[in-house]
C-alpha cells in the first residue's frame, strides 16, 4: 500500500522572536512523521539555523518580511523547504573549511551550512534571483 504524503506549512513575520514557534512547528511534524526525540531536535537545529539565516542574512532583520516553512512527509523522509523572498547568495560559493580550522580562527560564519549538512540527507538550494530562495532538506526516516 502506497504511503500517504502530508503537507503542512507555517508562515511568521522575519523575527528572531518566531524562532521557537518554528522549532515548535519543526518538532510536532517531525513526531508526527515518526521521528525519535533525538532525531526531531536535530530537524529542529538545521531548521533554526537555516531560518536565522535567512532572518539575519536575506531580510537583514526586516520584519516586514515573512518566512515559511513547509514540510511535507510520507513513510519514509521528510522534507522541509524554507522558502523567502530576500536576499539570495549562492551558498556553493562558501567553502568547505576543516572544521578544526574554522575553531582555531574562531569563526563563527559558515558553520551553520556545515551543520545543516551534516545533519540533513540532502540540501539543495533554488535561487531565483529577485522571486524566490528556496533551502529543501530532506531527512530519511530510519526504521527500526
Known amino acids: 500500500m502506497p504511503s500517504i504524503e502530508q503537507t503542512f506549512t507555517l508562515q511568521v513575520p522575519s523575527s528572531t522572536v518566531n ?4 522549532r515548535e512547528f519543526v518538532a510536532r511534524v517531525g513526531g508526527m512523521a ?28 526586516d520584519t516586514t518580511k515573512q518566512v515559511s516553512v513547509r514540510a511535507t512527509f510520507d ?15 549562492d551558498p556553493s560559493s562558501i567553502p568547505q573549511q ?3 580550522q574554522l575553531i582555531a580562527q574562531r569563526r563563527s ?10 545533519i540533513m540527507d540532502d540540501v539543495q538550494y533554488q535561487i531565483v534571483p529577485g522571486e524566490k530562495n528556496e533551502l529543501r532538506m530532506v531527512k530519511k526516516i530510519r526504521k527500526p
Request: aromatic letters at 4%.
Open 19 to 22: 524562532l521557537a514557534m518554528i
Open 34 to 61: 515518526g521521528f525519535g526525540e533525538n532525531d526531531v531536535a536535530k530537524l529542529e537545529l538545521a531548521v533554526d539555523e537555516a531560518c536565522a539565516n535567512v532572518i539575519e542574512h536575506a531580510y537583514d532583520s
Open 75 to 89: 513513510d519514509e523522509q521528510i522534507q522541509i523547504e524554507i522558502i523567502d523572498r530576500g536576499r539570495g547568495f
Open 98 to 100: 576543516d572544521l578544526d
Open 109 to 118: 560564519g559558515g558553520l551553520g551550512l556545515r551543520l545543516i549538512r551534516t
